[in-house]
């Protein structure tokens, strides 16, 4: 069991950033060794992934943040952390961190929502026009 914890959402004029944060903390060492995401969803629509590191470092990104947003992680800390530049209003979104085993980072964003068994609470993300 892996509890994810959000922080760092809120509101913003088109073109700003935000940066935002995961904690994660669970039982024994084996979480330590996930690959770790950041996912999205609007009402109505499908959660879609955003970004996911994996063990090695490597960061696989979707095409409509490439450029924009950068996701690092802390191993120490288990924190995964989402920068987010050049903002625009179609950003706006309930994000969530999560986590799970993965084989890579590309290989875990193209499962989508099936990549992973542990999800934060998620943090909204509003980008004004």
């Known amino acids: 069991q892996v509890d994810l914890t959000e922080s760092g959402g809120g509101s913003v004029q088109a073109g700003g950033s935000l940066r935002l944060s995961c904690a994660a903390e669970?039982?024994?060492?084996?979480?330590?060794?996930?690959?770790m995401g950041w996912f999205r969803q609007v009402p109505g629509k499908e959660r879609e992934g955003v970004a996911i590191i994996d063990t090695d470092g490597a960061v696989s990104y979707a095409d409509s943040v490439k450029g924009r947003f950068t996701i690092s992680k802390d191993s120490a800390k288990i924190t995964l952390t989402l920068q987010m530049n050049s903002l625009k209003p179609e950003d706006t979104a309930m994000y969530y961190c999560a986590a799970d085993w993965c084989f890579n980072a590309q290989s875990g964003l193209l499962q989508g929502v099936d990549f992973a068994r542990y999800w934060g609470q998620g943090t909204q993300v509003t980008v004004s026009s």
């Open positions: 669970g039982a024994g060492d084996n979480y330590r060794r996930y690959c």
